[in-house]
């Protein structure tokens, strides 16, 4: 079974700090997906990438694929507090042809003024 | 706004009951998955559905089953309700099977006591 690992699983930060978020993942893959989810709330999508050496950003936010290593990052750049949410990554195996993803076990951010 | 509705949003069951879970997804939106997202945890993938037929399932229990109507709603249904089935349910559709933008609905709180 595909397994993702998230890490760290706790983060807790100052305003205006970097920080970087990563995401392993066990299996071939093509389709990584980052969310955010409030509490109480559902997931909010924040990137798609789709192919080895993607790269996107959004905001303070950036997020980066390398398929070779099986690894993604979620950079943060001079956080604010609005970005206090938790995070997870979601893998969609190659040899799926559905929406079954794997969702990493979640980074919970607290960025603190 | 991802345009899909769950409901309801919150609800408690006694164990041994049943429960259905309900979905309504975007016209065109022929693929729709169905996501356990105990406390704390990652979404862990149920099922999908694809025009109207089982396409993929995770490791639940048949006790979890679907339907999926022409309609693009949808259903979960949970038999003999376990404490354990104590979590937030998160539907997800999009206009293809493979699709690279999912869309989230804001899901359904469970509590079994």
């Known amino acids: 079974e595909l397994k993702v690992e998230q890490n760290p699983l706790f983060l807790s930060m100052q305003e205006g700090k970097n920080y970087t978020i990563y995401c392993n993942y066990s299996?071939?893959?093509?389709?990584l997906y980052w969310y955010r989810q409030d509490p109480g709330k559902s997931l909010e999508s924040l990137f798609v990438l789709l192919s080895n050496g993607a790269v996107k950003q959004e905001g303070r936010l950036m997020a980066s694929l390398d398929t070779k290593a099986r690894l993604s990052t979620l950079h943060i750049t001079a956080a604010v507090h609005d970005l206090s949410a938790t995070y997870f990554c979601?893998?969609?195996?190659?040899?799926?042809?559905?929406?079954?993803?794997?969702f990493g076990t979640g980074t919970s951010l607290t960025v603190i003024p | 706004e991802t345009g899909v509705t769950q409901s309801p949003t919150h609800l408690i069951k006694t164990r041994g009951q049943q429960v259905t879970l309900r979905c309504s997804s975007q016209?065109?939106?022929?693929?729709v998955s169905w996501y356990q997202q105990a406390l704390g945890q990652g979404p862990q993938f149920i099922f999908q559905y694809y025009r109207e037929e089982e396409n993929g399932r995770g490791n639940f229990p048949p006790r979890f089953s679907g339907l999926q109507f022409p309609n693009y709603s949808s259903e979960l249904n949970v038999n003999a309700l376990e404490l354990d089935d104590s979590a937030l349910y998160l539907c997800?559709?999009?206009?293809?099977?493979?699709?690279?933008?999912?869309?989230f609905g804001e899901g359904s709180w469970l509590t079994v006591v």
């Open positions: 299996t071939t893959s093509d389709r």
């Open positions: 016209s065109g939106h022929n693929t």
């Open positions: 997800a559709s999009s206009p293809t099977r493979s699709g690279n933008t999912i869309y």
């Open positions: 979601a893998v969609a195996p190659s040899t799926n042809t559905g929406n079954q993803f794997y």
